[in-house]
Nanobody, 122 residues
Framework: VRLQAFGGGLVQPGGSLRLSCAAS????????IGWFRQAQGKEREGVSS???????YYSDAAKGRFTISRDELKNTVYLQMNSLKPEDTGVYYC?????????????????WGKGTQVTVSS
């Protein structure tokens, strides 16, 4: 299983970014692909995830501002982030749970990709 996250960058408060997670080698019928972030000095936290059946989950911080989606043909999961705030700054990772039971719990994920830095600053 390989996951590649990209699309991070520097954006002003109120701006938008779209992150992409390209997944390969996921052969399980039931799986979850999620986005997580880790701010400097803080624990990794769940942001959003989407199941193989298309159910989406969001953290309270992400609800109403972020939207997760997927393109099954491209094996890619996207995280559209709008109305970004400085507290959204961190390294964003995508990960997958091959049992399909996770929502946004980092400890239930089986495979992780390298992160992409998101910085929200004026």
């Amino acid at each position: 299983v390989r996951l590649q996250a990209f699309g991070g960058g520097l954006v002003q408060p109120g701006g938008s970014l779209r992150l992409s997670c390209a997944a390969s080698g996921v052969t399980s019928d039931y799986y979850v692909i999620g986005w997580f972030r880790q701010a400097q000095g803080k624990e990794r936290e769940g942001v959003s995830s989407i199941t193989s059946g298309g159910t989406a989950y969001y953290s309270d911080a992400a609800k109403g501002r972020f939207t997760i989606s997927r393109d099954e043909l491209k094996n890619t999961v996207y995280l559209q982030m709008n109305s970004l705030k400085p507290e959204d700054t961190g390294v964003y990772y995508c990960a997958t749970d091959l049992s399909g039971i996770a929502t946004i719990q980092p400890n239930l994920m089986d495979y992780w990709g390298k992160g992409t830095q998101v910085t929200v600053s004026s």
